[in-house]
């Protein structure tokens, strides 16, 4: 079946270690977005690309960066965790901006 | 700016109740999508529907009903016969078009239906 996928499904790293989660798809769609959602809250977007155009949000801070190999894969790193950057990270694909998205089952980070 | 208003945050039922989730949006925009999604205690995203600021017309899909009001500026979600199986965090999300489109979502609402 088409669709997105994330690993790991929980990702436990250390204050201050870089870690990388992954987001794979097989619908082929034009854009690949990040989500962070914390505890209780609605997702907020981190960045998206549309084909290689990468798209920062404002907010993001600078230690969330991100990667796009290819159509099928996008990666997002951070730098250098905290503990606030505990949360779930969604990735989600669309065949354009103003399509549905189909979402991942997340990653959930853990920050210890 | 774009803003999604879930003013429910918790909802509980029994089972075989009717339920209506509530939406209300702000935009300046003509052109605007509304959706919903269902995010069950596995985490991932259910989409569940999407709807254009050109058809006001409401949905019914199964047991679910989508009723879109522009006058009101609400786009009302209601489960009919509510079943165990549909409790999970359900939001409902905006979108417009254009270079900077991107989806912008309400707090959610959590349903819990009972046995």
């Known amino acids: 079946d088409a669709m997105v996928i994330q690993n790991p499904r929980y990702q436990v790293t250390q204050f201050g270690k870089p870690v990388t989660l992954s987001c794979s798809q097989t619908?082929?769609?034009?854009?690949m977005y990040w989500y962070q959602q914390k505890s209780s809250q609605a997702p907020k977007l981190l960045f998206h690309?549309?084909?290689?155009?990468?798209?920062n949000e404002a907010d993001t801070p600078d230690n969330f960066q991100s990667r796009r190999p290819n159509t099928s894969f996008c990666f997002l790193d951070i730098r250098s965790p905290g503990l606030g950057d505990a949360a779930m990270y969604l990735c989600?694909?669309?065949?354009?901006?103003?399509?549905?998205?189909?979402f991942g089952s997340g990653t959930r980070l853990t920050v210890v | 700016a774009q803003k999604v208003t879930q003013a429910q945050t918790e909802i509980s039922v029994v089972e075989k109740e009717d339920v209506t989730l509530d939406c209300v949006y702000e935009?300046?925009?003509?052109?605007?999508?509304l959706f919903w999604y269902k995010q069950p205690p596995s985490g991932e995203l259910v989409f569940l529907i999407r709807?254009?600021?050109?058809?006001?017309q409401n949905e019914i899909s199964g047991r679910y009903s989508w009723n879109f009001q522009k006058s009101t500026s609400s786009f009302n979600f209601t489960i009919t016969a509510s079943q165990v199986v549909d409790s999970a965090v359900y939001f409902c999300?905006?979108?417009?078009?254009?270079?900077?489109?991107?989806?912008?979502f309400g707090k959610g609402i959590t349903l819990s239906v009972r046995p």
């Open positions: 989600a694909t669309s065949r354009g901006r103003t399509s549905g998205y189909t």
């Open positions: 619908l082929n769609h034009n854009v």
């Open positions: 690309y549309y084909d290689k155009d990468f798209n």
């Open positions: 935009t300046r925009d003509t052109t605007y999508y």
């Open positions: 709807r254009n600021s050109f058809d006001e």
């Open positions: 999300a905006l979108m417009t078009p254009g270079a900077n489109s991107k989806l912008t």
